[in-house]
């Protein structure tokens, strides 16, 4: 691969005439058109750890995101300085590595369904597992249900970012193929047969077969390397590790700061964890005193933490760039740094002490018998309205008009007559969904309220 065909400013489905010159640049004007959108915007109320929280201090996917958008333009920013100098890149500069990085950051999450990670497993459960889930399954291609059985918030994302948001525009937001390849941190369908390849790129899917050749083009604009000639999958745009670098850094990290400010850890575990990740740790702890409250204390810490894992990122991506421009650099950097050990540590305790809190899996359980419930009754309905038209049960009716035009077909009452793409758009709709609608919507089907 190389980096003047990487850095591509072409958009999605729109022609270098229709693109008017102004003073914002291109990948700016892809940050811009990403922070807002309503997607963005539903994800004040998404889950990032602990669901429906009553503390406004916890992190929602909002705020992890805009986190990780800091982290990535910093890391793009201060690559891009020195990937210029060693290419000699012209009509490029510094900030647009960052720009690019800092746009996928904050998109990263845009496609993940209500209730955190669970919400992508209760999909997935639905599919795999459910009476009307596997009826379901049972009316589509192999390759088709691949999207539902291993469904995935990054392949919904790739969808959010160039079909479901400014849907009436072909491309949807029509971003950059270059800030489109760097958000795609999984270049590969769902459905891949018996053939497994190795590497962190390849684990799970970041498009939905009806987006294949959405992305398909971006590969070719941007110069990916194909895997395979038969299946769809590539070798990532390297600027996807830091993307990848700068999620891992801000998870790793904040769900420990968060875990400590809801009890979770103690205030000694929480110090030991971050000084263990830094590498001049005795004099950052001597400074801890300076400090009065434990809250600013953590505060400091998780700073430090991540500026020195930042710093170790870039090192790691430049010293690796040739490696990674021919698709061999297979892990994720974290995992090369000389604190990745300590990092580890971080996560480990964090699924033993801060994941199984209570109020964490009640909601989670929760969160898989609302999902299940909305999916089960908007499905039926859609299919029989589909097949019956205007003989479907009233019911299927009324529950066919409660969904918005977009996730049903062209018109209210009429849903896709292919079965894949029903069920694709009613897993948009669902997708979608802040943690409290999806609650309040379950509840008035359910009559426990109105």
Sequence with gaps: ??????????RLFVTPSEDRAI??????????????????????????????????????????????SSVGRSLGTLVGEQIIQRHQLKNYQASDFGDICAAACLSHDIGNPPFGHSGEDSIRHWASYTEIGQKRMACLSVAEQADFLKFEGNAQGFRVLTRLQNPDNKGGLQLTCATLATFTKYPREAYLGDMDFEGVSAKKQGFTLQEK?????????????????????????????????????????????????????????????????????????????????????????????????????????????????????????IEELPN??????????????????PSVLEIDAVGFRIISALLDQFIIALDDLAQKGNK???????????????????????????AYLRLLKLTDFISGMTDSYAVNLYKKLTGISL
Excluded at 1 to 10: H, I
Excluded at 257 to 273: I, K
């Design 1 to 10: 691969m190389n980096w003047l065909q990487l850095l591509s400013r072409k």
């Design 213 to 333: 050749d959405f992305f398909e083009m971006v590969a070719k604009e941007v110069g990916l390397i194909r895997r395979d000639k038969q299946k769809a999958i590539w070798h990532r745009h390297p600027l996807a590790f830091l993307v990848e670098a700068a999620d891992d850094i801000c998870y790793h990290v904040i769900d420990i700061e968060d875990g400590f400010r809801l009890g979770c850890l103690s205030l000694a575990d929480a110090e030991n964890l971050f000084l263990n990740c830094l590498k001049n740790a005795e004099q950052h702890s001597k400074k801890l005193k300076y400090f009065q409250g434990d809250q600013e204390k953590i505060e400091f810490l998780r700073a430090k933490v991540i500026n020195e894992t930042i710093g170790y990122s870039i090192q790691c991506f430049l010293d690796n760039e040739q490696t990674l421009l021919k698709g061999q650099f297979i892990k994720p950097l």
């Design 23 to 68: 003073r914002r640049t291109d990948f700016q004007r892809d940050f811009d058109r990403i922070i807002f959108s309503s997607a963005l915007r539903r994800m004040q109320d998404k889950t990032q750890v602990f669901p429906l929280s009553k503390i406004d201090y916890i992190r929602t996917r909002l705020t992890h995101s805009l986190e990780s």
């Design 340 to 357: 990745h050990k300590a990092l580890h540590e971080l996560i480990k305790i964090a699924k033993q002490k801060v994941y199984t809190a």
């Design 392 to 418: 479907a049960r009233e019911l299927s009716k009324i529950l066919c008009q409660m969904l918005p035009r977009q996730f049903v077909g062209k018109n209210i009452l009429e849903p896709e007559q292919d």
